[in-house]
Each structure stands twice: as C-alpha cells, then as structure tokens.
C-alpha cells in the first residue's frame, strides 16, 4: 500500500514570498491533516480535512495560511506571505474513519520550508 | 498548561537498561492514546496505541491510567536502535469530529 506522498521535500524562500506544498494521502482515507512542527516540538494541528470538507481550522493563521482539498483527495496548503517563524517541518497525515472511531494516522516524509 | 505533557528529556540510558516515560493529558473526555516514535528528521510512525487493560509488544509495554490521566510506555532491553523522540498522542472528540493533540515528545539516547 503506497503511503502519504508529500512535495517538495525541502524548500527554502526569502520572507515575503509565496510557497505551497502537495499532499496525496493514502488512499479512500477519508480524513487529511495538516501539522506543523517547529524544531524540538511536537506537530501542531494547522487543518483537518474530512473528504472535502474543513472540519478544524481553528489553529491555521488564515491572514497568510491557505489549504484546500477540492475533490476530497489530494490537498495544497499554501503561504502567502511568508515570514521567518514559518520555518518549520509541514507534515500531511491521513487517516481512516469508521463513525466516531478514530484510526491511527499515516504521515507524510513532511516538507522541510526554510524562509530567510 | 498544555493539554498533553511529556518530560523533553533527553534520557541518556546504556545498552540493555530498562526505560520509562511518562505523559498526561487534561482532558478528561480524551478516548483514544498512541506512542508515536519519531527518528531525527523522519516523520512520526505509530509505535502502538494504548488501552486501557494495558498492551506490550515485544519489549515495549504502554499503560493507561484514566482515573490519574496518564499514559506511560516502558522500553525494557534498550538498544541503540530505540535512540529516537517519542510522541504521545491523545485523542478526543472535537465538535462533530476528533483531533489528535500530541505532545511534545520525549528524546532517548540510547548508548553503546
């Protein structure tokens, strides 16, 4: 079974400038997360997709964060502008659902953004 | 105070020693616990989730403690191999959903 496909693996751009990264989850898992994880911190939860729909946002800095997932599968998440403190690792999960049951989730290799 | 909590560490610990973290969490509605181990620059991967009767897999054995809130993963015979951050997990439901809330991890180094 293919696993979470995520790109690009690094990127590094100058603050003020725009970056997005892909997402392709494993597939028919319903639910696609977005995380961010600062170095020596846990991953923080940025988005979460039920198929296409956004079922928690409340973490995603919406004056420059974008994500979307149009067709329930694949998914963009987008940073327009960048600034230094986005420097971070952004992982993408994903994961199964059965009613209220949560499954474990699958990340991504993540995307290492560096902004100078 | 964060909703999950672990010691950052790092635990230094020799070849062969036994190993215990701990994490707890404040949320008393949260259902759902895994221990994610997570190498320096890889992602996090599901080490095993965590119920309430308790679980081991091979060396490794994770408890849950409901009425203390709080989880813990003993790693017995360390090998170096086991050098790596490892994540707590809870998760809870969340208006209409869930959410995972990690931690924010615990560093082992294991040495030879």
């Known amino acids: 079974e293919a696993g979470v496909a995520q790109s690009p693996r690094y990127k590094i751009i100058e603050k003020r400038q725009s970056v997005a990264f892909w997402c392709n989850p494993i597939?028919?898992?319903?639910?696609l997360y977005w995380y961010q994880q600062i170095l020596g911190q846990g991953p923080k939860l940025l988005i979460q997709?039920?198929?296409?729909?956004?079922?928690?946002d409340s973490q995603l800095p919406k004056d420059r964060f974008s994500a979307e997932r149009l067709k329930g599968v694949d998914s963009t998440l987008k940073i327009q502008p960048a600034k230094l403190e986005d420097s971070a690792v952004y992982l993408c999960?994903?994961?199964?659902?059965?009613?209220?049951?949560?499954?474990?989730?699958?990340f991504g290799p993540g995307t290492r953004l560096t902004v100078t | 105070r964060k909703e999950v909590e672990q010691d950052p560490g790092p635990f230094n610990v020799p070849e062969g020693a036994t190993v215990a973290f701990n994490c707890t969490y404040s949320?008393?509605?949260?259902?759902?616990f895994f221990w994610y181990r997570q190498d320096c620059r890889k992602e996090p991967k599901l080490l095993m989730s965590?119920?309430?009767s308790g679980n081991e897999d091979g060396r490794f054995t994770a408890q849950l403690n409901r009425a203390s809130q709080y989880i813990s993963l003993l790693i017995r015979d360390s090998k170096l191999s086991d050098s790596a951050t490892y994540l707590c997990?809870?998760?809870?439901?969340?208006?209409?959903?869930?959410?995972?809330?990690f931690g924010t991890g615990t560093r082992l180094k294991v040495l030879a």
């Open positions: 997990v809870v998760n809870r439901a969340s208006v209409g959903t869930y959410k995972y809330i």
């Open positions: 949320n008393s509605a949260s259902q759902s």
């Open positions: 997709f039920q198929n296409n729909g956004v079922v928690d």
């Open positions: 597939s028919g898992h319903a639910t």
């Open positions: 965590v119920y309430s």
């Open positions: 999960a994903s994961s199964s659902t059965h009613g209220t049951t949560a499954y474990e989730q699958y």
